[in-house]
């Protein structure tokens, strides 16, 4: 990153060399983050957070929902890893009562070897079938697990730092799956959008120093262009370039109105 004194430097210098040959572009500020928090679950906003405009950081609670869809798989997993335990606890008691009767019985002479066979093979039985309510226990402590992550979702957190751009919720909304709720953007990643002819490609390239202004804060610097794309409607005959600068401390937002110089010789 150059430093302060450098960048003026390399601005006063560029700004000094203009020509009438040079392209003088508009663009638009945007974010390079954007993100669109949405629900997974139905249910009704409880509690928002946040109002338009709130700078937040990451792990920050955007807003709760309560879902009567959690709440019945959330008792369903709690019932079933409570079944589960129960019936650990049942074949568990049984298989050491036949143990105590298999060591009473091995202690007199006179025990026919049936029963004692017999004894065996209930105690085989009876091991099998805690294994398998072991198994039981584990699948419905996932499944509580499960629900511990569900929540996650009904309290919804920022995953990143940004400004709330867009709220579509206020408290008692319902909402359903796949609804966007809140858009936050990243103020820090900004980059300039622009749309160019086809026609001065040629004269543009990757990595290319330009000027960048924007005028409504009188704020000026040397940015970078760091991507060139193809429109997506190939009948406009455009291409976008995406333009890196650095804002610094600059009151600098997405949507702001930006203009961008490219040098003739460069």
Do not use: C
């Amino acid at each position: 990153m150059l430093s302060p004194k450098i960048l003026l430097t390399v601005t006063f210098l560029l700004i000094l060399s203009l020509e009438a040959s040079d392209i003088r572009l508009t663009g638009t500020v945007i974010s390079d983050g954007q993100k669109m928090i949405g629900s997974r679950y139905m249910g009704y906003i409880k509690k928002v957070f946040v109002k338009l405009g709130d700078k937040v950081e990451r792990e920050d609670e955007l807003y709760e929902m309560e879902s009567a869809e959690f709440d019945i798989m959330k008792s369903q997993a709690d019932l079933m890893l409570e079944q589960s335990k129960i019936v650990v606890e049942f074949w568990r008691k049984r298989l050491e009562n036949i143990n105590r009767k298999k060591e009473r019985y091995k202690n007199k002479s006179d025990m026919p070897m049936m029963n004692l066979d017999d004894l065996e093979a209930q105690a085989e039985n009876v091991s099998g079938m805690l294994d398998a309510a072991q198994v039981m226990v584990e699948q419905a402590s996932i499944k509580a697990k499960q629900m511990a992550t569900i929540f996650n979702y009904l309290k919804m957190k920022a995953p990143s730092a940004g400004v709330v751009v867009q709220k579509n919720i206020k408290v008692g909304d319902m909402v359903m799956p796949g609804m966007l709720t809140i858009m936050l953007v990243d103020t820090e990643s900004l980059e300039i959008d622009v749309s160019v002819s086809e026609g001065i490609i040629g004269k543009i390239k990757e990595k290319q120093k330009v000027l960048v202004e924007i005028p409504s804060i009188n704020y000026k610097t040397v940015g970078m262009i760091h991507a060139i794309i193809p429109d997506a409607n190939p009948m406009t005959h455009k291409i976008k370039l995406r333009i890196s600068f650095d804002k610094g401390d600059s009151n600098v937002f997405p949507g702001m109105y930006a203009k961008v110089v490219i040098k003739s010789d460069d």
